[in-house]
């Protein structure tokens, strides 16, 4: 046994009062230390909001790019005031295995946390919490460019029709596995060492040499990634 575990819990009224949720062991009366509590536990909606750039794109804006807000961004900022309305932003952090955990905690909206957050999951947590009178909570996990591939967990894939390729190419080189470990390595390794030489051929005025060949999951419609 490594310490993990899993609790379900039957469904539960909707409660804006914040809660302490506390999670005991059966060795808490010996050790009365051997607990954790969780404070201001909501009840309520809970959405995941994953995507590519559209999904990402902040309510204040690209921080490179000043021009490219949303409408009446300043305004919707100063207004966003809603301790039931929480998002909980994912860090960008590439893996080849599932993580357990990672580096984000729960915020409620204000003016100081939304500028930086999701302008399409604000808009629409916001609409769900006038309408429904409930607390929302918003996980927002995307990335801006990502394929869908990366999303997919190998056991994804088993049994789609049409995406058996995809599947083989994925099995193919799962960094989980030693084979799979070992050959994706030796890509990277092919990749370095061109980046290498083009830099020394470059310089002195040869060709740009060929880059190596990289494995690719098949095109899709149109010839387009998907």
Known sequence: ANGSWKL????????????????????????PND????????????WFCSGQSNMEFPMGGLPWDA?????????EIAA??????????????????????????WEPTTPETVANKSAVAYVFGETLLKELKVPVGLIDCSWGGTRIEPWIPLDGYDGAA???????AAKEYDFA???????????????????????RLTTNGFPYPAMPTLPRPPLGHAGLYN
């Open 67 to 75: 021009t490219r807000r949303i409408k009446d961004s300043e305004k």
């Open 8 to 31: 379900f819990l039957a469904p539960l009224a909707p409660s804006s009062d914040g809660r302490a949720f506390t999670v005991t062991s059966d060795r808490a009366v010996e050790q």
């Open 80 to 105: 966003a005031k809603y301790p039931l309305l929480r998002h909980f932003k994912s860090p960008r952090k590439a893996s080849d295995v599932p993580l357990e955990d990672v580096n984000a905690k």
């Open 162 to 168: 049409g995406l058996e390729e995809e599947a083989a």
């Open 177 to 199: 596995k030693p084979e799979g470990r070992a050959k994706l390595n030796q890509v990277l390794k092919g990749v370095s060492d061109w980046a290498d030489g083009f830099g």
């Open 35 to 46: 607990r954790t509590v969780l404070s201001d536990v909501l009840v309520g909606e809970v």
